[in-house]
């Protein structure tokens, strides 16, 4: 009698594990399958501009994303960005030097001064023209009609966008977007730069959007052309720059990807 008790009291422990393990990976599977709720937000802009986003494939389906990465073609080899979209950290890596921002400090490794330039600065510049227009989805951005843009006889409509005193690293930049009215995708970009003075610039440097690619339902830069440009005159081509290998998904990278390297020669600013 014992032993049957025993043995009773053995299986029922058997089944009990079987189903707390069962339970385990059912719960496991749901939280996998379950996709993370990322609320509408196409009805927050002004019309202009949700239509440009929407021309694009959508803020929501941006919104979706969590990581993007994409490469600078270059003579001495590409430059590869990887940027995690929900908290913008960065890396940018080349055969020469790698430097990246984990959401404090911006941080630079090397071998020897081939990257002369801010970390801090450089870390998501290229981001910020790449993943255009999504970027002026913002929090603390403001926009306003402005006068179209006259090249070569077509009319582009335009937007200037500001931001909020202390958003960002330099919150006195302004963007000026200039879209195809036809297309409703941007085709100039605007901008000035007042992360080193800190102070307000009506130097306004200006890109060309020449054509856009694919990347999983969204459009982006295939080639940029940055165009001389004065008191609203639109110049001949000054540099061009090419991306290749983007990709943008759900998929979240490792955030070890972005942490400072321990070792001497890394520089922190």
Request: hydrophobic share 35%; net charge negative.
């Amino acid at each position: 009698m014992k032993n049957l008790i025993l043995a009773s009291l053995l299986i029922t422990s058997i089944i009990s594990c079987k189903q707390e393990v069962k339970s385990e990976k059912e719960t496991k599977i749901l939280e996998e399958q379950k996709e993370e709720v990322v609320p509408d937000r196409s009805g927050d802009f002004p019309e202009d501009i949700a239509a440009v986003f929407k021309a694009h494939g959508g803020i929501n389906t941006f919104d979706q994303m969590n990581s993007m990465i994409f490469e600078i073609a270059k003579p001495e080899g590409n430059e590869k960005h990887t940027i995690d979209l929900k908290t913008r950290y960065a890396r940018v890596e080349t055969d020469k030097f790698v430097l990246g921002f984990d959401g404090k400090e911006a941080w630079l490794e090397q071998d020897s001064t081939y990257f002369k330039g801010n970390p801090r600065f450089y870390h998501n510049l290229m981001f910020y023209f790449y993943a255009m227009p999504f970027v002026l989805g913002d929090d603390g951005i403001s926009y306003q009609k402005v006068d179209d843009l006259e090249v070569d006889g077509i009319s582009y409509t335009g937007y200037k966008i500001s931001y909020g005193e202390g958003i960002g690293d330099s919150p006195k930049d302004n963007y000026f977007l200039y879209y195809d009215k036809g297309s409703g995708k941007m085709k100039f970009l605007g901008y000035t730069v007042t992360f080193f003075s800190k102070e307000s610039s009506e130097k306004i440097r200006l890109v060309e959007y020449t054509d856009w690619n694919d990347v999983n339902g969204l459009q982006f830069p295939k080639t940029l052309k940055w165009r001389a440009y004065k008191d609203g005159v639109v110049g001949e081509v000054k540099s061009e720059m090419n991306f290749v290998n983007a990709n943008i998904g759900k998929e979240k990278v490792s955030m070890s990807l972005f942490k400072k390297p321990n070792i001497e020669e890394s520089k922190t600013l």
